[in-house]
């Protein structure tokens, strides 16, 4: 027989075989070339479950994550404590063994209360930067029941799943930031003619993902390539950050804590109620009075909520953090070899605004883009290499882009 006549690898014969490959000095078929396949693609998985491995050594602990998180928030140091707690317990979890006692770690969901500008947002963006994990951002107010218009659940995962390069070990202790999760709330009681189909259908949905589940996953999205090939995603290690403004839950706080006013004694402690920060007693029943359903509220057991911003936290905001608003038009400035400063008039000019138009920390870069537009415009065709920004020229320029359109009513 001749060597072509069989393959070079198992030796069967060409007429055993479905097909034969040739190469330069030998052959092969295509159930060696199947085999192959199958050893490596278990080499690769084993590979990725090593990558994916967590130290818990170099985890960075509860204190250590606080610290840096100041660095880059100001203030919110209850929400940063139980963040802090929270991520160091469920990394603790992952690394568990079975041990003889039975004692299993329950995943700790994290559910954020807070008005718009506050920091949800960058917490959970700053708290993944730090522990070098696939981290993703959805908004909540997207997703819609199965077979409506919008996007599914597990669209969550997709992304998830894109941004760690599709290793499915290393995207299962991933974290995920859902936002504006107060938008899918259950629009009342009352029955309906018509569905509600980005509420509570929605957060039937959610539930499978923030307990753990096995879950069929597609790479590209799920409507418009129906045909791909699903992959599975377990839920079980992955954490969920939830976030949202609930704008109006102060009335049901407030309703709460005035339920049971008899007597004296119970006017004293009224009296003791910081009316100017409801937020600070939020509870479960608050979330369920607001819409959210309970099986929901079950999920995210850990409950924190995030302090407006006074007047102190938003001059602190403007100039202090690493990526301050202030030194991030520095280093724009710089790009193009101009020294820029500001008066310190400004800075207080600019808080005082922000507290008038009641838009948080993200009404401070509203203001400061305002004032600087026109510099920035002139700027980089022109010769200055310094160029300081005054009282006058602040209030002339806010002036000028009417930004009392953005006071809130």
Do not use: W
Request: hydrophobic content about 35%; aromatic content about 6%.
């Amino acid at each position: 027989m001749a060597a072509k006549d069989k393959c070079s690898f198992c030796g069967m014969p060409s007429s055993q075989v479905g097909m034969m490959l040739t190469g330069l000095t030998g052959y092969i078929c295509d159930s060696c070339v199947r085999r192959g396949y199958e050893i490596i693609m278990e080499a690769e998985q084993k590979k990725q479950q090593e990558t994916a491995k967590i130290n818990l050594e170099k985890l960075p602990k509860p204190k250590e994550i606080k610290e840096y998180l100041d660095q880059y928030v100001i203030g919110q140091d209850d929400a940063k404590r139980y963040l802090a707690v929270s991520v160091y317990n469920h990394y603790k979890r992952i690394v568990q063994t079975a041990d003889e006692d039975g004692v299993e770690i329950e995943k700790s969901n994290i559910i954020m209360v807070g008005s718009t500008g506050t920091g949800k947002t960058l917490l959970a963006r700053t708290i993944a930067k730090l522990l070098n994990v696939p981290f993703t951002i959805v908004d909540a107010t997207v997703f819609t029941e199965a077979g409506y218009v919008g996007e599914d659940i597990e669209s969550i995962l997709t992304r998830l799943l894109q941004v760690s390069n599709y290793n499915v070990p290393e995207a299962e202790r991933g974290i995920v930031f859902i936002d504006e999760i107060d938008k899918i709330a259950r629009k009342g009681d009352n029955p309906s003619i018509t569905r509600d189909v980005s509420g509570e259908g929605v957060q039937q949905g959610l539930l499978k993902l923030l307990e753990g589940s096995v879950v069929n996953v597609p790479p590209q999205g799920g409507r418009k390539h129906p045909d791909q090939k699903m992959i599975q995603v377990d839920t079980k290690n992955i954490l969920f950050i939830c976030g949202g403004a609930f704008d109006g839950i102060e009335k049901k706080i407030a309703q709460r804590m005035n339920t049971h006013v008899v007597g004296y004694q119970s006017v004293q402690n009224t009296a003791k109620i910081d009316k100017g920060n409801l937020m600070q007693y939020i509870m479960p029943q608050d979330l369920k009075s607001f819409g959210l359903i309970p099986e929901i509220i079950g999920r995210l057991p850990v409950l924190t909520y995030l302090n407006p911003l006074d007047r102190q936290a938003l001059r602190s905001i403007l100039t202090e953090p690493k990526n301050s608003i202030i030194k991030q038009y520095i280093k724009l400035f710089s790009m193009d070899g101009v020294k820029l400063t500001f008066d310190e008039a400004v800075y207080e000019y600019v808080v005082d605004k922000a507290m008038e138009y009641k838009l948080g920390a993200r009404g401070l870069r509203s203001i400061v883009e305002a004032i600087m537009i026109d510099v920035m415009y002139e700027i980089p065709s022109g010769t200055r290499k310094t160029y300081k920004v005054t009282l006058d020229f602040a209030k002339k320029q806010l002036e000028k882009a009417n930004l009392g359109r953005l006071q809130s009513v």
